[in-house]
C-alpha cells in the first residue's frame, strides 16, 4: 500500500489496541502501543533509503529482504526495544511486542494484494508474490480509517468498539475483492474475442471498483493491453517486444538485472542511432497517458560497450533529458 494507508492503518491498530485490558488501563502504555504500531506499520519501507544508493539498487531491493519473514522478527524486537529504552524498562513486553509484531505483520500482508507485491517468503524463495487484488490506494481501506481515526480523536466513540467492527468491515472487504479479482480472471478468455490458445491474463485493480487493467501475454510473443468496464473488454495497445541482437546483450548489464529481476512483464525495445544502440525495457503492467513510464534504458555504442542506462520511473521527455544529461 502506499505510505499514507500504511500511516493511518499503524494508527488504525493503535486505537485496536484498546481491547487490550493491559493497554487499555493505562494511558502511557497505550501511548507506547500507538508509537509502535505507527512505526512498525511504517518500518518495512525504510528500504526507501536505498534509493541514495541508485535506483537500480533500489528497486531491485525495495519490498525485498525488508519485507521478509526474518524482518518481521527483526523490526518487532528493535522498536520494542527501543520503546522499552524510551520508557525505561517500565512496559510490558509481550503487550507492547505483540501490537509491534501485528503492526508489521499487517504491512506486509497488504501489501501483497497489489501489483507491487513483495518477497515475503523469503529466506524460503525470493519469488515476487503479487496477488493484483486491491489497488496500491484504496479509497475504500482509507476513507475508512480516516472516519474512524476522527470519531475516535473527538472523543465521540470507545476505540475498543469502533476499531473492532472496521476491521471486521475491512475483512470482509478483503474477502470480496479477493473473489471478484478471480472471478474476473477466470472470465477473460470469454470475455476476450480475440482469445487464441496460450494466451495467458492477468488483471490489475485500479481505484476504481469496477474497472481492471488487462495484461495479455499472447502465446507468439508481446502483450495486449486493454481495459475492463463492466463486462466490456477493450484492447488499447499492443506492445511488440523485440528479438534484436541487443536486447540479449543489454541482460549483462546490472541495471537492466535489476529491473528483469522485479518484474515478469518486461518488453524490449531497441532504437539504432549512430552512435549505437538505445534498449528500452518497458514494464507493461504499469501504462500511463499512452506510455510505459516503468523503464530499463540502456545505451550502448557500436561495440557493445555501455555508455548509459537508468532504472526507475520516468515520462518520456523526462527519460531522454536525463539520459542526456548523464550521457552526452
Known amino acids: 500500500m502506499d505510505t499514507g494507508t500504511h500511516l493511518i492503518m499503524g494508527i488504525g491498530l493503535g486505537g485496536l489496541a484498546a481491547i487490550d485490558p493491559v493497554v487499555a488501563a493505562n494511558p502511557a502504555i497505550h501511548t507506547a502501543v500507538l508509537l509502535g504500531t505507527v512505526i512498525g506499520s511504517q518500518a518495512p519501507d525504510l528500504d526507501g533509503l536505498l534509493r541514495l544508493k541508485g535506483n537500480a539498487i533500489y528497486i531491485r531491493n525495495h ?26 524498562g517500565s512496559l510490558p513486553w509481550l503487550h507492547i511486542g505483540g501490537w509491534v509484531l501485528l503492526a508489521v505483520c499487517v504491512h506486509v500482508f497488504t501489501d501483497l494484494f497489489n501489483t507491487y507485491g513483495t518477497q515475503a517468503m523469503r529466506p524460503f524463495t525470493d519469488k515476487w508474490i503479487s496477488w493484483n487484488i486491491i489497488h496500491i490506494f484504496d479509497p475504500i481501506i482509507f476513507t475508512t480509517h480516516v ?15 469502533i476499531f473492532p467492527l472496521m476491521y471486521l468491515f475491512l475483512a470482509v472487504y478483503f474477502v470480496w475483492r479477493t473473489i471478484t479479482s478471480r472471478s474476473t480472471l477466470q472470465r477473460m478468455k470469454t470475455l476476450d474475442t480475440e482469445y487464441h490458445e496460450g494466451d495467458a491474463y492477468i488483471v490489475i485493480p485500479t481505484i476504481s471498483l469496477t474497472i481492471w487493467n488487462v495484461v495479455k501475454q499472447v502465446k507468439n510473443g508481446g502483450f495486449a493491453i486493454g481495459n475492463l468496464r463492466n463486462n466490456n473488454l477493450v484492447w488499447i495497445d499492443y506492445v511488440e517486444c523485440s528479438d534484436h541482437p541487443a536486447v540479449a546483450k543489454s541482460k549483462n548489464d546490472p541495471a537492466i538485472r535489476s529491473f528483469l529481476y522485479f518484474t515478469s512483464f518486461a518488453c524490449a525495445d531497441v532504437r539504432e542511432h549512430t552512435w549505437g544502440y538505445e534498449v528500452r525495457w518497458c514494464d507493461v503492467r504499469y501504462r500511463h497517458r499512452k506510455q510505459y ?22 515520462s518520456d521527455e523526462r527519460l531522454l533529458k536525463r539520459l542526456r544529461m548523464d550521457t552526452f
Do not use: C
Open 63 to 88: 519490498r525485498g529482504i525488508s519485507h521478509s519473514l526474518p524482518a518481521i522478527a527483526i523490526w518487532t524486537a528493535l522498536i520494542t526495544g527501543l520503546l522499552q529504552l524510551f520508557y525505561r
Open 293 to 314: 513510464p516503468f523503464v530499463g534504458v540502456l545505451l550502448m555504442n557500436k561495440k557493445d560497450e555501455t555508455i548509459g542506462s537508468y532504472v526507475g520511473w520516468l
Open 147 to 161: 472516519i474512524a481515526i476522527l470519531l475516535w480523536a473527538g472523543g465521540f466513540v470507545n476505540p475498543a468498539s
